[in-house]
């Protein structure tokens, strides 16, 4: 049965020295939880840079040929009109919807790409169950989550972030 | 922190010198070819004045923000636009042959010709040259004021490390901002709209601005990058400065295309004949070609280049889109102002590269002679720290 086992830390100052060292001490299953972001945590806890730019860039592109193509078609296919005088395909009346329709389609990538790397929305999440957790981790506590797929592990870990300066510390299961 | 505020050995006293003999050899060998075509002479001089001109005014702009928002990430690189804006005394006083040639540039100066242009008769009472020559006192008399006085509290404050110099340039960065916003588009009325007297675009202020906002950022942070190379300023000016300089680079990218394309697209769609006029010199021969060129390397380029917060933080990168912008801005305003010379193509002449390699050279020449005499950056800054600790999330 999985589990996770939550320390809360003083200070972000505390929990940056604790992300370094959970790392250090080869925990792959691991998160920190901070009512605001802390400068460095990103390399102290060895993530790497997210992908969100790139799904951005492909929502903009989208909207982009989208925006442009759906003109284009309309204006010369679906429903010819001549308007003042000028040509069916002018593309430069094209631009601002194509402009448009790129800044939506990159926002739009930037939020939902954003909530499915973050896998949201969550409803539930069995660290909730930690009593100090659920009171602080929004306003003014500072913890670090360690899960693992064993039960039998939870004692080893709790000794770990003990020894790390943890307080409050226990396991949750599911 | 250890950091060297001062400029000293090569940058200090042989380049201001080089700068200055590079500089004299570039405008005796314009004026001694000039004379000969002097109408080639007064447009390639305005290009390349224009150029220094639209950089120092964006830096002045740049230093007027930084105190009207009292940002405080800037205040370590806030010392290279004020060198950049202070020499705008210089671009006063390179203004001369521009009045000098007054009649090759703009016909509207022309009286008997005006008599027999309905047009212009109407726009006389604003376009004339005392008028035009009181305006660009005006200009000037502004502009000089504005960058002496952010000038004078920073460098004082170097010495005496009074917060109320801060105060007091947040105080008239308001005033300064309003004032700096109506000259610079009347300037840009009044030097560059005016070359097609019939031609109205009430754009065209917004449109110079852009360009020349972008080009100063390039330029301070090719400033800063030159010093970096020679050992100075390591600290104060560290890949995060660069990284907030390349995403205000990379918002004005943005902001020159939407600009550019508004002024064209408004014109464009409404089709009337003394708007389009522009448009239809600018575009005729290959010119055209020039036009795609400019948006291509002007914004596509960069745009993709900058997008990524990876490439903003190289600096080997970022100089290169730097280098490529400015480049692009000298190209942008020969586009801007040329047509109206040459009809039908673009046609390269020598005079161009030489008013181009005069004012450069004067124009680096002055501006590294006054910034070996001062502190690299505001050395008593109250939010000098702010600015060196400061860190992108």
């Known amino acids: 049965m999985a589990i996770s086992v939550i320390g809360e830390f003083k200070d972000p100052t505390e929990l940056l020295k604790a992300a370094k060292q959970t790392r250090k001490a080869g925990y792959e299953a691991f998160d920190a939880h901070s009512p605001f972001p802390i400068h460095g945590m990103d390399d102290a806890m060895g993530l790497k840079g997210s992908i969100l730019g790139w799904v951005v860039l492909c929502g903009g592109l989208t909207g982009c040929v989208a925006g442009f193509g759906l003109q284009a078609w309309v204006a010369t296919e679906a429903y010819p009109l001549v308007i003042s005088g000028k040509p069916l395909f002018s593309y430069q009346a094209f631009v601002p919807v194509t402009f448009e329709v790129t800044v939506l389609f990159s926002a739009f990538a930037a939020v939902f790409g954003m909530f499915g790397l973050n896998k949201l929305p969550q409803l539930y999440n069995r660290l909730f169950k930690h009593k100090s957790f659920s009171k602080k981790a929004t306003s003014h506590g500072f913890f670090i989550s360690i899960d693992s797929e064993l039960s039998d592990d939870e004692v080893s870990i709790v000794e770990f972030l003990k020894s790390i300066g943890a307080t409050n510390v226990s396991g949750v299961k599911e | ?393």
Request: charged share 15%; hydrophobic share 50%; aromatic share 18%.
């Open chain 2, 1 to 393: 922190m250890a950091e060297v505020n001062k400029l000293n050995g090569f940058l200090e006293k042989r380049f201001p010198k080089i700068a200055l003999v590079v500089g004299i050899i570039g405008i005796c060998g314009a004026i001694i070819l000039g004379r000969e075509d002097s109408t080639q002479f007064f447009y390639s001089y305005l290009v390349s004045y224009l150029f220094f001109l639209t950089i120092s005014l964006g830096a002045l702009f740049f230093v007027i923000i930084q105190h009207l928002t009292r940002a405080g990430w800037s205040v370590g690189l806030r010392r290279i636009p004020e060198h950049l804006m202070a020499n705008l005394s210089l671009m006063a006083v390179l203004f001369i042959p521009i009045l000098l040639g007054l009649h090759d540039l703009y016909h509207w100066s022309d009286t008997a010709e005006v008599l027999h242009d309905a047009l212009l008769l109407k726009k006389a009472p604003f376009l004339n040259v005392p008028f035009f020559i009181v305006r660009a006192v005006l200009y000037f008399a502004s502009w000089i004021w504005l960058a002496r006085f952010f000038f004078k509290n920073s460098t004082d404050q170097d010495k005496s490390g009074d917060k109320g110099l801060t105060l007091s340039m947040q105080k008239v960065s308001a005033v300064a901002i309003l004032i700096y916003a109506l000259t610079q588009t009347f300037s840009a009325i009044d030097w560059i709209m005016s070359l097609t007297p019939h031609w109205f675009s009430t754009m065209i202020g917004v449109y110079i601005f852009a360009g020349g906002i972008l080009t100063s950022i390039c330029t301070i942070s090719l400033i800063a990058l030159l010093l970096r190379r020679f050992g100075y300023l390591r600290e104060t000016i560290n890949v995060e400065h660069y990284h907030d300089l390349g995403k205000l680079i990379f918002g004005f990218v943005i902001f020159w295309a939407y600009i550019g394309f508004s002024q064209y697209f408004l014109i464009w769609y409404a089709n009337i004949p003394e708007e389009t006029e522009w448009y239809l010199h600018h575009i005729s021969g290959n010119w055209n070609t020039f036009a795609i060129f400019i948006i291509v390397f002007h914004f596509v380029v960069p745009f993709f280049l900058f997008a990524s917060r990876h490439a903003k933080r190289n600096l080997k990168l970022h100089t290169g889109v730097v280098l490529l912008l400015i480049t692009m801005h000298f190209f942008e305003l020969y586009w801007v102002v040329m047509p109206n010379f040459s009809h039908h193509g673009i046609h390269v002449s020598s005079l161009d590269f030489l008013c181009f390699l005069g004012i450069f050279g004067i124009y680096t020449s002055v501006l590294f002679f006054r910034m070996g005499k001062f502190s690299l950056y505001p050395l008593k800054d109250p939010r000098l720290k702010e600015s060196q600790d400061f860190i992108n999330h």
